[in-house]
Structure formats: structure tokens, C-alpha cells
């Protein structure tokens, strides 16, 4: 077993991403997510890959999609207001069908908003990304160690399903340390044959391409891609749930905001409230089936996010009125505290109570 | 009596050495196996001449990683005293770098250690060091670890490529022990 160290969020990522096999990171530096590409300018011309720091992130997605296309494990990183620069590059490798990894360490927003953590991203990463039908896996970790394991699942499922995967972390996941044991280095790669790479006239020439002038074609393509998109769906749902066998307030929380929504509910608990938590892991799909399942016991909702109310969608989507559903929340940049998420869950007991 | 459970303040200017101290501390969590966690200030504040981290060493998993009632507080100049002094909790530790700090607050339910940490470094030759010192008497306060943990933990943290500072680190975490 590898030894534990201590890193940070960014930096653990960083470090298990070249262990899955990750050869080119193309990025440019953006508070809080920098301690990733400076870790990549460092480590990527040891292992024979490439770092580059490109011009804008516009370059640097398009640079994602031209190694994806050649059959490379590559990633590129940024935080809010450069991951909305990415949204074309990334529709653009979701409609050629490109397997890539994405990383946004959120920060406030809109527009340049403030450096400091949010979860602000939740309808942009899981809804609206770019233009056309498309989706991508949304993986949220909550812990440096997590930071490192999902990034190796990022890769995996990104060239099983051949799709873009983001990983939405945010500036508090990013810049904290806490012991992390980084995952051992991938052996053999998948077999790429797809890939447009050189072949010495051996085969048919590959292309990856997202244009259809023919809207048949088109039509057939996203008809083909929306059956994967049905698998990712039936079988790659991830969460956690914390004390929520008997859960009459179920608290549902992702990232930096499930680990003070856990606090919250432990203190609930104390008090004689039936708090319990439900984390997703992957935000799309969203974790319907584990949702669905609180609901036998669960007399309220309450949806806890550093934003103004997003993935509170996704929930009420799941209870379908059959039980209130409430948000909490801090934003900009402003992270909330157990007691105040506390009054929450008060509050909402004691308005559903008997 | 061993106190285990700590959220930690760390506050000072930047280049006092806060971060490091805190590395060293969690550093120390680490090698105990307890949950640990270490958060710095990247935000307006740390441009406006704090910088300031929390250190969280626990028996149970880290919930919030940024502690705004800390149990300990490490202020190495005034602006942090008068930043955090009302936000430690009661029956909690402040430690001071009294050679940085003109004046201090009143504070009731605390309990208030004044170290002239830069003056004891600078007089024993081991300048920038007032963060050990300070992590040294955080140790004697409170033993939250063994203290063969922290003198390992302070090995680790120091750089492969500037061992040369090791052993002045060992002496200074000594040196608070004492005070």
C-alpha cells in the first residue's frame, strides 16, 4: 500500500491523473484551480508528456479535442469563468464523440465573480455545458482523496462511453490538504481504433468530426448516442447516504457542502432530529434511484449547495411533491457553517413535525 | 490532560512561516492516522497583509476544513489578534508572538500564553523560526500528539533539498517546548 501524504486537492488530482495515464494537460493559470497546472508544468516533461500552457482556454480545449481525437489520455483544467470559454470546444467533443477530462475547481460567479469556492456551476455543468443534446458524467468529490480516486474513474468511463467527463470540485477541495494515498499507475491502455492517428495506409482513414450537413444522419447519431446516455444512466450512478435508514429530514448535498451538511446532520441528531444526508457522487446522472428510496421515511427535503439553488431541480425532479423540498444555501464564495445549516433542518422539523 | 481534538487558527503576515507551522501540525495528525485537514487563506485577506490558515486534527472524519470558532489560535502580529481574539471558543487556547504584538485585547475565557517567539529566534540564532516556537509551545499546552510524532513530523516537512534547516527547526520546537 502506497503511503499516505499530505496534498493538496489540486495537486493530489494532478498527480493521479498522470498515474491514469494522462500524457498532455493543456490549460492556462486561473485562481483556484493553478496548483494543477503548475504541478503538470513540473511532472508532465518527466514522464514523456507534454504540459502547455496555452494562449486562452479556448486553445487550450481545442487542443484537448485534437489529443482526445489522436487516441491520447489528455485533461485540461480551469475554474468557473474559463470552463464557460470551454463550453464550445466541449460540445464540440460531445458531438465527436471524444473522450476527455475536464476539471473545474468553481469559484464565485457570474462573470468574474470571486475567487473563493462555490458551487455555482451546478446547472451549467449537469444542463448547459454548450449547445445541442448533449450531456456529460459529472463526477463530485468531497475529499482530497477523492480528488484523486475520480479522476482515474474520469478517464475510464470517458473512453468507455466515449464522452467528455468533468469533474466539478470547487476552491475549497482545491487549495485544502488532507492525507491522501495516490492510486497505483495504470497499466495497459484501452485500445483506441477509432483513433486518428498515423496507420500507414493500413486501414480506412478515421475522422472526428461533428458536423452533419445531412440532418437524417445527424438525427441517427444523437439517437445512437442518447442509448448510451440510457447505460450511463442505468448503471453508472454514484452516492453516499449517511444515517439515512430512518431519515425523517434527509438532507441532499455534493462536494465541500456535503462534508458541513454531514456536521450539520450529526448535530441534528443530537437534538433527537431524524437528520440523515444524501451525497451524490455523480451529479449526471443524477443518483434518482438512491433519492427515491429515502422517500419512504423522509418527511422533508433540504438541498444544501453554495449557490442559490440548483441541484434543489434535480431533487424536487426525483420526490415529485410527494414530500416539501427546501434549499439552503450561501453564495459567491461564501462557505455556509454547520449552525447555520442546523437552523435549517430546525426550522424545516419543525414546520413538517406533528 | 492530553487535549487530542483541534481547530486551529494560524494567523500572521505572510512569510512568518503560519503555513508551514500548520503543515507541520497536520503533518503530525497524519503520521497519528487521525483525520486531519489544512486550509490556507487564498482570498482579498491574504493580499491585505494576513495570512492565515486552519489546521483540524480529529478522531472523527473533518467536516467544515475552515474553522471559524477555533479552540487554538497562533497570532503572530497585531491584525490577527484583533482579527480572531473574539472568535476562539471558550475554554480555548491563544498563543501569541508577543515581540509582534503591541497590544492585547482583553479576553475573557481563554487562556492567553504570550511568547516573544521573533525575539527568542532572533537571540538564538535562528531567525524566521518563531513559527516552531510557537508550534513548540502549542505541543507543550496541549500534547496533542507524542512527541516523537511531532519531531518526525517536522522531518517531513522539511524540504530534501534544505536539510541544512532541520536541525535549527528541531532546536526551536524545542526551545518552545520550554517556554
Avoid at chain 1, 444542463?127 to 468531497?142: E, L, W
Avoid at chain 1, 434518482?288 to 449547495?305: F, G, N, P, R
Avoid at chain 2, 489560535?73 to 487556547?93: C, R, W, Y
Wanted: net charge negative.
Amino acid at each position: 500500500m502506497a503511503e499516505k501524504v499530505l496534498m493538496k486537492g489540486n495537486e493530489a488530482l494532478a498527480a493521479a491523473a498522470v498515474r491514469a495515464g494522462c500524457r498532455f494537460y493543456f490549460g492556462y493559470p486561473i485562481t483556484p484551480q493553478t496548483e494543477l497546472a503548475a504541478y503538470m508544468s513540473k511532472v508532465m516533461p518527466k514522464v514523456g508528456g507534454t504540459f502547455l500552457q496555452a494562449e486562452s482556454e479556448i486553445s487550450a480545449i481545442n487542443m484537448l479535442y485534437g489529443a482526445a481525437a489522436a487516441g491520447a489520455r489528455a485533461m485540461t483544467s480551469s475554474s468557473s469563468p474559463g470552463i464557460s470559454l470551454k463550453g464550445e470546444g466541449i460540445s464540440y467533443m460531445a458531438g465527436a464523440d471524444l473522450p476527455g477530462v475536464i476539471v473545474n475547481v468553481e469559484r464565485g460567479g457570474p462573470g468574474l465573480g470571486s475567487i473563493q469556492p462555490s458551487q455555482q456551476d451546478y446547472w451549467q455543468a449537469t444542463r448547459a455545458m454548450g449547445h445541442g443534446d448533449f450531456f456529460m458524467i459529472v463526477y463530485a468529490p468531497n475529499t482530497v482523496q477523492e480528488m484523486a480516486d475520480m479522476v482515474f474513474t474520469a478517464f475510464e468511463k470517458a473512453d468507455e462511453y466515449l464522452t467528455p467527463v468533468m469533474i466539478l470540485a470547487d476552491g475549497l477541495l482545491g487549495q485544502m490538504m488532507e492525507p491522501v494515498e495516490l492510486p497505483d499507475e495504470i497499466g495497459e491502455l484501452p485500445e483506441k481504433p477509432w483513433a486518428t492517428n498515423g496507420h500507414k495506409n493500413q486501414r480506412e482513414h478515421n475522422i472526428a468530426n461533428s458536423l452533419y450537413l445531412q440532418s437524417d444522419e445527424l438525427e441517427a447519431k444523437l439517437l445512437e448516442r442518447a442509448k448510451r446516455y440510457e447505460a450511463i444512466v442505468e448503471k453508472e450512478q454514484l452516492s453516499e447516504g449517511f444515517m439515512l435508514e430512518d431519515a425523517e429530514i434527509v438532507l441532499v448535498a455534493f462536494g465541500a457542502s456535503s462534508r458541513i451538511a454531514r456536521s450539520a446532520v450529526v448535530k441534528a441528531r443530537e437534538e433527537g432530529i431524524k437528520a440523515g444526508l444524501l451525497r451524490p457522487i455523480t451529479l449526471w446522472p443524477f443518483p434518482e434511484k438512491a433519492l427515491a428510496e429515502t422517500l419512504s421515511t423522509a418527511k422533508a427535503y433540504l438541498s444544501v449547495e453554495m449557490n442559490m439553488g440548483q441541484m434543489v431541480d434535480d431533487v424536487r425532479l426525483v420526490v415529485e411533491g410527494r414530500a416539501p423540498v427546501e434549499h439552503f444555501g450561501r453564495t459567491g464564495g461564501i462557505i455556509p457553517t454547520p449552525d447555520e445549516v442546523l437552523c435549517a433542518i430546525r426550522s424545516l422539523n419543525e414546520k413538517v413535525g406533528e | 490532560m492530553a487535549q487530542r481534538e483541534l481547530s486551529i487558527v494560524l494567523s500572521g503576515f505572510g512569510g512568518q512561516g503560519l503555513l508551514f507551522a500548520g503543515k507541520v501540525i497536520a503533518q503530525a495528525g497524519l503520521l497519528e492516522e487521525r483525520y486531519v485537514s489544512w486550509l490556507p487563506s487564498y482570498g482579498p485577506e491574504m493580499r491585505g497583509g494576513t495570512a492565515s490558515c486552519s489546521v483540524v486534527l480529529s478522531d472523527d472524519p473533518v467536516g467544515s476544513p475552515l474553522v471559524t470558532t477555533p479552540n487554538v489560535l497562533i497570532a503572530m502580529n497585531q491584525p490577527s489578534v484583533d482579527k480572531f481574539i473574539d472568535t476562539v471558543s471558550e475554554g480555548g487556547l491563544v498563543l501569541v508572538d508577543s515581540s509582534m504584538v503591541q497590544d492585547m485585547p482583553a479576553r475573557d475565557g481563554v487562556t492567553i500564553c504570550e511568547v516573544p517567539a521573533t525575539k527568542l529566534a532572533d537571540e538564538n540564532g535562528f531567525k524566521t523560526l518563531a513559527n516552531i516556537i510557537l508550534t513548540g509551545k502549542l505541543f507543550a499546552e496541549t500534547e496533542f500528539c507524542d512527541k516523537q510524532t511531532l519531531l518526525d513530523a517536522v522531518a517531513k516537512c522539511v524540504p530534501p533539498k534544505k536539510q541544512e534547516l532541520l536541525e535549527p527547526n528541531l532546536k526551536a520546537l524545542e526551545l518552545g517546548m520550554q517556554q
